[in-house]
Nanobody, 121 residues
Framework: QVQLVESGGGLVQPGGSLRLSCAAS????????MAWYRQAPGKERELVAR???????AYADSVKARFTISRHNDKNTVYLQMNSLKPEDTAVYYC???????????????WGQGTQVTVSS
C-alpha cells in the first residue's frame, strides 16, 4: 500500500510564496505520473499542474506564470512552488499520483489528504 503525504500549506499574505511537498512512501512501486489539484469551497476540484515520468509539465492558465511543479531526484517526492500568491489561490491542494505496483502489475490512482493554502491579508 502506498501513501501520499503532503506538507507546506499555511497562511500567507498576497504576493507571498509557499512550497508544497508530496512524498510517496511504500514498497515495491514506481510512479508513472504526479499532479497537483486544488479545490476551493463550493467549487470543483481543479487540475493545477501535472508532471509525468517523461518530465513533461503542464499548468492551469491561472497559475502558469506563478507556479512551478518539480520532482526530487528520488522520483518519489513532488513539489509545487507557488509565487505571487493571490487570494483566489485559496484552496485545499491535493497531490495525486498514478502508481504502478510491481506485485500486482497494475496502476492505481492515489490521493493525498490535502493541505490548506490560505492567501489573505
Amino acid at each position: 500500500q502506498v501513501q501520499l503525504v503532503e506538507s507546506g500549506g499555511g497562511l500567507v499574505q498576497p504576493g507571498g510564496s509557499l512550497r508544497l511537498s508530496c512524498a510517496a512512501s511504500g514498497r515495491l512501486f514506481s510512479i508513472n505520473a504526479m499532479a497537483w489539484y486544488r479545490q476551493a469551497p463550493g467549487k470543483e476540484r481543479e487540475l493545477v499542474a501535472r508532471f509525468t515520468r517523461d518530465g513533461r509539465a503542464a499548468y492551469a492558465d491561472s497559475v502558469k506564470a506563478r507556479f512551478t511543479i518539480s520532482r526530487h531526484n528520488d522520483k518519489n517526492t513532488v513539489y509545487l512552488q507557488m509565487n505571487s500568491l493571490k487570494p483566489e489561490d485559496t484552496a485545499v491542494y491535493y497531490c495525486n499520483a498514478g502508481i504502478y505496483s510491481v506485485i500486482t502489475y497494475s496502476t492505481n490512482d492515489y490521493w493525498g489528504q490535502g493541505t490548506q493554502v490560505t492567501v489573505s491579508s
